[in-house]
């Protein structure tokens, strides 16, 4: 069992939740998407037109809570103990949909909420391989929430995020929410001409998560997918000149920005913003593949270069991902689904790219993996 990461302070209350729902400015080079409150009447009872939250008990909270600065510890990935023929997660009867050859997967006809031990560690093990894999027809956002943040913990010490809003009580649980009638996003394209905000999930974290669960409360009819960037494919085409420069590069990842911009909008500051140094190049520890792990949201410069010189690497990596087409895949949402992915070989992004107000409400869950290390260049 991983430690636990939730020893708490408490500071004077202040307000949690209002109808003024707020987003920060938008110049540097964090992108802050997510609002701070929503109004409360549409996500409770339904208005002008929209239904309520189908999942009040996952409505966001922005309590004030205060963690301590997280500490290391040793992390086993499951994947290790996997059956490679993956006998419970993939039995005879299941429908698989590989939805582009490198990254991507569909499946219907299991269970997660159900697996074994066993299953588990095949999970974990097949979404190292397919980087991002959607499960249809799931039944976990209906299991009580301390129900499925145990099934996360099987996979890792749950990360709590430093700002976002999470349900009462479960500030383990990251809620990405987009109330009823939420126009947030229009003073957000006052500044900005895309959503498309690259990253890896918290990667200033010394130990970012690794085996990865959204699962979607709420979904607009069309719109609000999410795009899944191959890191692993993304360093095979590179030559292997380039290759072998990246190696031995550690770039800084920042949990300033984000900080920053919450505390700008009165959201929560849950632990003090940290700046983590990661290898460019990680290998995963269950297919020691290697991928590139650098992201235009958090990464902020090489160590050892000049800002400038860092500036010019990290724009081509950055476009190198964002324009790799060939090696991304872009999941749709529907009721239902759950998208276990892996942090550690992986990009994504939100879309906000619908305008009908319609709410989009997803749960996330993180367990933290080891801490990212990289393995000697070679060619093959």
């Known amino acids: 069992m991983s430690p636990s990461a939730t020893e708490t302070t408490t500071l004077p209350s202040r307000i949690s939740e209002t109808t003024t729902v707020k987003l920060t400015s938008n110049t540097g080079p964090y992108k802050e998407l997510?609002?701070?409150g929503y109004e409360r009447q549409a996500e409770e009872e339904g208005k002008d037109g929209f239904q309520a939250a189908k999942y009040q008990n996952y409505l966001p909270t922005w309590g004030n809570e205060t963690y301590p600065p997280l500490e290391l510890f040793e992390h086993r990935d499951h994947g290790l103990d996997a059956d490679p023929k993956y006998p419970e997660l993939l039995p005879e009867g299941v429908t698989i949909n590989d939805l582009t050859p490198t990254i991507g997967t569909e499946i219907s006809g299991v269970q997660l909420s159900k697996l074994t031990d066993a299953g588990k560690d095949q999970l974990a093990r097949y979404v190292a391989e397919r980087k991002v894999v959607a499960f249809r027809d799931q039944d976990f956002a209906d299991l009580p929430i301390p129900e499925a943040l145990d099934y996360g913990r099987y996979f890792g010490r749950l990360h709590i995020h430093p700002t976002s809003g999470a349900p009462k009580g479960h500030d383990e649980v990251h809620l990405v929410h987009r109330g009823a009638g939420d126009k947030?996003?229009?003073?957000?394209f006052q500044t900005r001409t895309s959503s498309v905000a690259w990253h890896s999930?918290?990667?200033?974290?010394k130990q970012p998560p690794g085996t990865t669960f959204l699962y979607i409360l709420d979904v607009p009819e069309t719109g609000g997918d999410t795009l899944f960037a191959n890191q692993v494919e993304a360093y095979n085409r590179l030559s292997p000149g380039f290759q072998e420069r990246l190696h031995g590069l550690k770039a800084t990842h920042s949990g300033i920005e984000q900080v920053n911009a919450s505390r700008a909008k009165g959201?929560?500051?849950?632990?003090?913003p940290v700046i983590s140094e990661h290898p460019i190049v990680r290998t995963h520890p269950v297919t020691g593949e290697k991928a590139l792990y650098v992201n235009p949201q958090f990464t902020r410069s090489i160590v050892?270069?000049?800002q400038e010189e860092?500036?010019?690497l990290l724009k081509f990596l950055y476009d190198h991902i964002a324009y790799g087409a060939d090696f991304q895949a872009r999941v749709k949402w529907a009721e239902k689904t759950?998208?276990?992915?892996d942090n550690?070989?992986?990009l994504h992004s939100a879309l906000v790219d619908w305008k009908s107000g319609q709410r989009r409400h997803l749960a996330r869950i993180a367990p933290q993996a080891e801490v990212p290390t990289e393995t000697p260049f070679k060619t093959d």
Not at 201 to 205: L, N, P, Q, R
Not at 338 to 341: S, Y
């Open 184 to 188: 947030t996003a229009d003073s957000f």
């Open 34 to 36: 997510a609002p701070i």
């Open 338 to 341: 759950v998208v276990v992915w």
């Open 344 to 346: 550690r070989v992986t």
């Open 267 to 272: 959201g929560a500051v849950r632990r003090e």
């Open 304 to 306: 050892g270069y000049k």
């Open 310 to 312: 860092s500036d010019v």
């Open 201 to 205: 999930d918290v990667s200033y974290e």
